[in-house]
């Protein structure tokens, strides 16, 4: 035998050797192909059941995920809602808190003025009493001055009632006097004698004066000692000392007089009240 012929004998060996392999493999796989393809064919029915019982579950899921969505929506616009109500709420209570503030600061304001007022008040309270302790010391001052004043004018009236009574006396006693001087052929005019008279050194003011310039009241009368009869002299001091003319006292009250101008005054010139009338301030030469 050749040496090809041998090798070609041992790769027939090998070869048929490699077909033995094959074929047991074959044999033994197919057997274990089949177990196994049942195994997994088990295993995919299970596993469809599984995928059946997944799909339910996961329909089941996708309601329960619809529905949760449904809830979280109503939900998410029920919290929108409240959150919405919340800052209006909070907005509202910023808003009276800002009102609050503002009342407070003006109630603080009103109390500060109160309080200033009540202050003031109570000053003047204070002093009220203050001047009524003076009133009420000043108003006994004026009572026991009322008491003495009626004791004066009980002393007074007193005093009256004898002057009355010696006024009547005197003008009993005058009446007789002119009924004596009658009889004798004598007049009982006082005006007749005393008129002639110088008066006695007096000073007072033009009190009234007519329209016609020619009548005035004076402010002295016989208890200065004018009688009717007795002539004055009339000036006035401002704005310039100056000479106005003459009177004549045609009536004679105790504190007031009645006196007639004598010709006419200088330069025609009006009298005033408060003009001066005076027995002793004589013209200039």
Do not use: C
Request: glycine letters at 4%; aromatic letters at 4%.
């Amino acid at each position: 035998m050749t040496f090809v012929g041998k090798i070609l004998v041992i790769v027939i060996m090998a070869f048929a050797l490699l077909f033995l392999g094959i074929s047991t493999m074959v044999f033994v796989t197919e057997t274990n192909w089949k177990d196994a393809t049942a195994k997994e064919q088990a295993k995919v029915s299970e596993l469809k059941k599984k995928i059946s019982t997944g799909d339910e579950a996961v329909k089941a899921a996708s309601i329960q995920l619809e529905t949760a969505k449904a809830t979280h929506t109503t939900e998410v616009k029920r919290l929108n809602d409240t959150i919405a109500a919340r800052e209006d709420e909070i907005k509202r209570a910023q808003t009276e808190i800002t009102q609050v503030r503002t009342a407070l600061e003006t109630a603080q304001q009103s109390a500060r003025t109160a309080l200033e007022d009540a202050a003031a008040r109570k000053a003047e309270t204070d002093q009220l009493r203050a001047q009524k302790s003076a009133v009420e010391k000043q108003a006994n001052e004026f009572k026991i001055r009322q008491t003495e004043l009626n004791d004066k004018i009980r002393e007074l009236s007193r005093m009256l009632e004898t002057a009355n009574g010696n006024l009547k006396d005197l003008r009993d006693r005058v009446a007789r006097f002119s009924a004596l001087l009658r009889k004798n052929g004598l007049s009982d005019d006082i005006t007749h004698v005393v008129a002639l008279e110088t008066p006695p050194p007096v000073e007072g003011e033009i009190s009234r004066v007519d329209p016609k310039n020619k009548r005035l009241e004076i402010t002295i009368g016989s208890d200065d000692g004018l009688v009717v009869g007795h002539e004055l002299y009339i000036y006035r001091t401002s704005p310039r000392p100056e000479y106005l003319g003459k009177l004549k006292v045609i009536s004679v009250d105790p504190d007031q007089s009645v006196g007639q101008v004598i010709g006419n005054t200088v330069h025609g010139k009006k009298l005033l009240e408060g003009d001066y009338v005076s027995s002793t301030v004589r013209p200039r030469s």
